[in-house]
T-cell receptor, first 118, second 115 residues
Framework: DAGVTQSPTHLIKTRGQQVTLRCSPK?????VSWYQQALGQGPQFIFQ???????QRGNFPDRFSGHQFPNYSSELNVNALLLGDSALYLC?????????????????FGSGTQLSVL | GNSVTQMEGPVTLSEEAFLTINCTYT??????LFWYVQYPGEGLQLLLK?????DKGSNKGFEATYRKETTSFHLEKGSVQVSDSAVYFC??????????????FGTGTRLTVIP
């Protein structure tokens, strides 16, 4: 049973460019959350997707957008890249049952995509 | 608002030494508290959790007790091993208060255990 998979593992971009990161959730999971982890910091919540819609959002600008597909996989898009966007981007998946809030105890993280903006 | 303050590292210990990593939190309600571990090149893994005051979470010899009076959730292990070398993150979720289930993380503490 594959866990959460993210691609690519590493990426180098220049300022002003756009980037797309991808995530496949753990089998059986339907909810995907994205986190940004700057060097030496803890992960910060970007947003969460369920049923192909953004359900929650952290304190990130509109340059950060996402998408969820019918197979539950997800993309994170960042436009107009800044040097400060350099970070490890983590995807986490979980199960949301009906209208119940997903239990964080069952949150599974991928290994992340390391984005470097030059 | 919600925040987590974690003991700064790095921490270097000899094998079989006692470990304490301090964590205190600020939350608007009654959060659930977590410790996550990140081994080199791997994703975050849940180490243990506690969902209400006085609960003790435990796993793999690690323990942490939810202390509401001191707003703390310190991580302890009686005898560390080289394989425990990793970065440890304290985190909280305030879903019962806010309805949102995202995690707030501390800055992480890097632990290195030497033989």
């Amino acid at each position: 049973d594959a866990g959460v998979t993210q691609s690519p593992t590493h990426l180098i971009k220049t300022r002003g460019q756009q980037v797309t990161l991808r995530c496949s959730p753990k089998s059986g999971h339907d909810t995907v959350s994205w986190y940004q982890q700057a060097l030496g910091q803890g992960p910060q919540f970007i947003f969460q997707y369920y049923e192909e819609e953004e359900r929650q959002r952290g304190n990130f600008p509109d340059r950060f957008s996402g998408h969820q597909f019918p197979n539950y996989s997800s993309e994170l898009n960042v436009n107009a890249l800044l040097l400060g966007d350099s970070a490890l981007y983590l995807c986490a998946s979980s199960v949301r049952k009906g209208t119940a809030i997903t239990s964080n105890e069952k949150l599974f993280f991928g290994s992340g995509t390391q984005l470097s903006v030059l | 608002g919600n925040s987590v303050t974690q003991m700064e590292g790095p921490v270097t210990l000899s094998e079989e030494a006692f470990l304490t990593i301090n964590c205190t939190y600020t939350a608007t309600g009654y959060p659930s508290l977590f410790w996550y571990v990140q081994y080199p090149g791997e994703g975050l893994q849940l180490l243990l959790k506690a969902t209400k005051a006085d609960d003790k979470g435990s796993n793999k010899g690690f323990e942490a007790t939810y202390r509401k009076e001191t707003t703390s959730f310190h991580l302890e292990k009686g005898s560390v091993q080289v394989s425990d070398s990793a970065v440890y993150f304290c985190a909280l979720s305030d879903s019962r208060q806010t309805g949102a289930n995202n995690l707030f993380f501390g800055t992480g503490t890097r632990l290195t255990v030497i033989p």
